[in-house]
T-cell receptor, first 115, second 113 residues
């Protein structure tokens, strides 16, 4: 079975631009979460979506937004990019949306570089 | 609020030696704990998780962890490491009643021949 897939693998943007990152969850998983991992740090939670509804939001500015589609895939959008947005963006999927013990399966990530 | 602290940023060790990576947690509610591994230029892979029951949890690749409520710890151990275990290891705890994970800063395990 295919794991969580993310596209693109790498992305280079300039300050002020907008970017869209994509994630396809494991088949049968209805929950998708997004994390930002700055170099040398642990991942930081951005959003969780379950059944196309936002279930949780981390401490990120409104420049960050996301959505989930009927097929449970998801997009993360970041507007007005700043140098500090350079990071590895990880997508994770899980079966359910509210089980705190529910295992999250991570994709390989999208490496975003903002120049 | 839940949080985790990984006490060592880097752990160098020789091949076939034992290793322990330390994690302490802070939680006011029932505790669930996870260890993830991140190999260079890859995403995170679940090593093991503690939800309830036996305090000794066995995971993949020969790793195990022990949940210690009195010491609020969840240290990861392996009796004999391989070069291929070189990676970043993250301890994590759920927060907020949904699938939000709070990660520690990570421990870089460097296995030397």
């Amino acid at each position: 079975d295919a794991g969580v897939t993310q596209s693109p693998t790498h992305l280079i943007k300039t300050r002020g631009q907008q970017v869209t990152l994509r994630c396809s969850p494991i088949s049968g998983h209805k929950s998708v979460s997004w994390y930002q991992q700055v170099l040398g740090q642990g991942p930081q939670f951005i959003f969780q979506y379950y059944e196309k509804e936002e279930r949780g939001r981390g401490n990120f500015p409104d420049r960050f937004s996301a959505r989930q589609f009927p097929n449970y895939s998801s997009e993360l959008n970041v507007n007005a990019l700043l140098l500090g947005d350079s990071a590895l963006y990880l997508c994770a999927s899980s079966l359910a949306g509210s089980g705190v013990g529910d295992t999250q399966y991570f994709g390989p990530g999208t490496r975003l570089t903002v120049l | 609020a839940q949080s985790v602290t990984q006490l060592d940023s880097q752990v160098p060790v020789f091949e076939e030696a034992p290793v322990e990576l330390r994690c302490n947690y802070s939680s006011s509610v029932s505790v669930y704990l996870f260890w993830y591994v991140q190999y260079p230029n890859q995403g995170l892979q679940l090593l093991l998780k503690y939800l309830s029951g036996s305090t000794l949890v066995k995971g993949i690749n020969g790793f195990e962890a022990e949940f210690n409520k009195s010491q609020t710890s969840f240290h990861l151990r392996k009796p004999s490491v391989h070069i291929s275990d070189t990676a970043e290891y993250f301890c994590a705890v759920p927060s907020g009643g949904y699938n939000k994970l709070i990660f520690g800063a990570g421990t870089r395990l460097a296995v030397h021949p």
